[in-house]
Structures are given as structure tokens and as C-alpha cells.
């Protein structure tokens, strides 16, 4: 079945430092990726998105390109800020499995700036 | 601007006791869905519904009941709780087309004891 897999956490970054997070991914078709972010108390938000190989997500200053031939969608940013620290989740939704409205999240990562 | 509304905020249950956590949407999805949220588990799917009167079963549905009788609201019931179910439980929607991102509510955190 599908997966995400994120690096483990937690990050901790100094403000402006520079941000990788890690996400792999197994689809059996041609899924349509996510980063979603989710501050304390909060529910999640979407972040960004790509749905077809090589698009670009970008938002906030924060980037990720869906690249299908290393099955990966890696959420880069290149100076962090404070207000950035929250748990961040990649997550697919693939239409071969059944159900493209349904998403296969993984297990988080969270990101803390120190200023 | 209300999106999805969850309540409610918190909540503690004995063993054995059952409730409902409410999901109310104002963007005329087709979409809802439950996850629940455990440490270092990501987001599991619980049922999800594609319209009113349809509902399914996600990864982890049992123990777990679901109804769909508006488009607007996906009551999610607890039938007799047990602290396996203690989790922070999401409420999420969406347009239901390929691609379509989920609106989640800010959910609900079950305590069971």
C-alpha cells in the first residue's frame, strides 16, 4: 500500500538557518503530494502542494519539488524564522488505491527555531 | 469564515462510556473524514464520507461509528470508550476532486481513563 516516510525529529534550528525535511514516498500510480504544517493547539494547515513530477510547491517562503524518479518531495526553506516552529507532515493522496480524496500522511517532524 | 468546527475542545471519558465528537462544515464539501493523531503515528484515517447518506471505513475505523445525514455534519460516536482510544481526533473536508487539499477543524482532545 502507500506510504510517507519523514525524517525524525526534532529540529532544532537557529533563526535564519536554513531548513531540509526529508520525505520519501511509495504510490502505486502518480499521486498528488502535500506538506501540511500544524502549530500548537491547532489543527493542520496545508502548506503547499504538487500534483504532477517535477512541479514546484511553493508558499511562505517555504519550497518542495516532486521528483519521481528519487520518490521524494523534500520541504526546504533558506532562512527560518521563529514563527515557523510546528510539527510539518508530507502526505499523498493517490488515485490508484481507490480513493483520491483520501490522504496517506506521515509521521511528522517537529521543527523548532531558537532565536 | 468559519471552515470546520469541531466540538468539543476537550474531553475525559471513563472506560466504558460513550460520546460524540461533532464536525461541522460551511463550504459545501462532499468530503469529511476522521483522523485520529498519535505520537509519532502521523494521522490516521478513522471513516470518511463522500456525500451525505455515504460513509466507509479508513484504516482504523473499529470502535468507532459514523453517520452522514447532511452534507454539512459528520458526527463521529464513541460506542464505549476505552484508553486505547485516548488521541487528539481531526475533522477534515474537501472539494473531493483529485488533488483537493483537506480543511481540518482544530480538534478534539479525548482523554479516556
Given at each position: 500500500?502507500?506510504?510517507?516516510t519523514?525524517?525524525?525529529?526534532?529540529?532544532?534550528?537557529?533563526?535564519?538557518?536554513?531548513?531540509?525535511?526529508?520525505?520519501?514516498?511509495?504510490?502505486?500510480?502518480?499521486?498528488?503530494?502535500?506538506?501540511y504544517?500544524?502549530?500548537?493547539g491547532?489543527?493542520?494547515?496545508?502548506?503547499l502542494?504538487?500534483t504532477?513530477?517535477d512541479?514546484?510547491?511553493?508558499?511562505k517562503?517555504?519550497?518542495?519539488?516532486?521528483?519521481?524518479?528519487?520518490?521524494?518531495?523534500?520541504?526546504?526553506?533558506?532562512?527560518?524564522?521563529?514563527?515557523?516552529?510546528?510539527?510539518?507532515?508530507?502526505?499523498?493522496s493517490?488515485?490508484?488505491?481507490?480513493?483520491?480524496?483520501?490522504?496517506?500522511f506521515?509521521s511528522?517532524?517537529?521543527l523548532?527555531?531558537?532565536? | 469564515?468559519?471552515?470546520?468546527?469541531?466540538?468539543?475542545?476537550?474531553?475525559?471519558?471513563?472506560?466504558?462510556?460513550?460520546?460524540?465528537?461533532?464536525?461541522?462544515?460551511?463550504?459545501?464539501?462532499?468530503?469529511?473524514s476522521?483522523?485520529?493523531?498519535?505520537?509519532?503515528m502521523?494521522?490516521?484515517l478513522i471513516?470518511?464520507?463522500?456525500?451525505?447518506?455515504?460513509?466507509d471505513?479508513?484504516?482504523?475505523?473499529?470502535?468507532?461509528?459514523?453517520?452522514?445525514?447532511?452534507?454539512?455534519?459528520?458526527?463521529?460516536?464513541?460506542?464505549?470508550?476505552a484508553?486505547s482510544q485516548?488521541?487528539?481526533?481531526?475533522?477534515?473536508?474537501?472539494?473531493g476532486?483529485?488533488?483537493?487539499?483537506?480543511?481540518?477543524?482544530?480538534?478534539?482532545?479525548l482523554?479516556?481513563?
Amino acid at each position: 500500500g502507500d506510504s510517507v516516510t519523514q525524517m525524525e525529529g526534532p529540529v532544532t534550528l537557529s533563526e535564519e538557518a536554513f531548513l531540509t525535511i526529508n520525505c520519501t514516498y511509495t504510490a502505486t500510480g502518480y499521486p498528488s503530494l502535500f506538506w501540511y504544517v500544524q502549530y500548537p493547539g491547532e489543527g493542520l494547515q496545508l502548506l503547499l502542494k504538487a500534483t504532477k513530477a517535477d512541479d514546484k510547491g511553493s508558499n511562505k517562503g517555504f519550497e518542495a519539488t516532486y521528483r519521481k524518479e528519487t520518490t521524494s518531495f523534500h520541504l526546504e526553506k533558506g532562512s527560518v524564522q521563529v514563527s515557523d516552529s510546528a510539527v510539518y507532515f508530507c502526505a499523498l493522496s493517490d488515485p490508484s488505491s481507490g480513493s483520491a480524496r483520501q490522504l496517506t500522511f506521515g509521521s511528522g517532524t517537529q521543527l523548532t527555531v531558537l532565536p | 469564515n468559519a471552515g470546520v468546527t469541531q466540538t468539543p475542545k476537550f474531553q475525559v471519558l471513563k472506560t466504558g462510556q460513550s460520546m460524540t465528537l461533532q464536525c461541522a462544515q460551511d463550504m459545501n464539501h462532499e468530503y469529511m473524514s476522521w483522523y485520529r493523531q498519535d505520537p509519532g503515528m502521523g494521522l490516521r484515517l478513522i471513516h470518511y464520507s463522500v456525500g451525505a447518506g455515504i460513509t466507509d471505513q479508513g484504516e482504523v475505523p473499529n470502535g468507532y461509528n459514523v453517520s452522514r445525514s447532511t452534507t454539512e455534519d459528520f458526527p463521529l460516536r464513541l460506542l464505549s470508550a476505552a484508553p486505547s482510544q485516548t488521541s487528539v481526533y481531526f475533522c477534515a473536508s474537501s472539494l473531493g476532486r483529485l488533488g483537493s487539499p483537506l480543511h481540518f477543524g482544530n480538534g478534539t482532545r479525548l482523554t479516556v481513563t
